[in-house]
């Protein structure tokens, strides 16, 4: 009888499993087809006890009790743990390790890749279109190089914050290889594959290349900040979110989360993770979509904990 071993079902949004034995003789499932032997696995699966505790406990005649363990036993279902002699004869206490069983008929074993991961909602579903396949993350997560590089020779700051996003990803996709790479090691003008990008233009090549054609951007001169159609937001804690297709090679999705400072972005990947439906309640699907987000400090510890839509 093999021991570890997991029914998994979906409810809801989310896994369970509930631990097995599976069993691969018909003689396992026919011994705990009976109510009485049910009542003693539930017993010896609390504690471990003799026959004649059993008995007690089920306020049943101690033969009687005797014949089911020996019918559960029989069939492995229950195990001796322990041996005492009493008065010339051996008492032996008896463990059940498992309540549930599953009988085996096909052996042929699949591995499904999507097993552990929650059911993605819609909205995010539609928001993330292109980046899955089968079950796992299809692109990469572009931070900025920690070290001094670009026109402006900055640090990136911000790549922590990929961890949070890592999470939330992973409650939905398995990685496919390794999902990260650095603004350095890659041109976003000639690539065709798809990116999230987490960062300003500032820190992350990436978004510093592609800037200049995105319709709601990063100013490059005073005030700085994002300019959107109306307006420019050059409050700290703006961040931009953004979905489009590679301007230069129009193959490949690219989505944004940057602010003009590191606390921008994490403002934009808050949004996206902790307030989702909030976020993403203006996202239908189009080719090109941007909103901007604001991060606030409610309870004044010094941690963004609430997000407002600018717009």
Known sequence: MEQDAYLVRRHGSRLERLPVALVRESSAIRALDDAIRQRILHLLHKEDLYPSEMAKRLRMNEQKVYYHVKQLQNAG??????????????AKRFRASHLNHALILDENWQIDEQLGTREMPKNLARFLDGFSSEGCFSGSIVLGSPDPHGPYKARARDGHYATTLGFFLGQYLHPLGFPVTLDVDFDI???????????????????????????????DSQPW?????????????????????NPFTNKGSIIILAGTRFIGTKSAVLALTQFTDKVLEGFKGQKEWYTVVQGYDIDGDGKIDQIERLE
Do not use: C, M, Y
């Open 189 to 219: 003008s000639t690539s065709t594959e798809n990116h999230i990008i987490v960062g300003g233009p500032v820190t992350n090549l990436a978004l510093h290349t592609i800037n200049p054609k995105l319709r709601w951007k990063f100013s």
């Open 77 to 90: 279902l229950i195990a001796i743990v322990s041996k005492e002699e009493i008065r010339g004869t051996v």
């Open 225 to 245: 900040g994002i300019q959107t159609a109306t307006s420019t937001h050059a409050e700290d804690a703006a961040g931009l979110i953004a979905r489009l297709q």
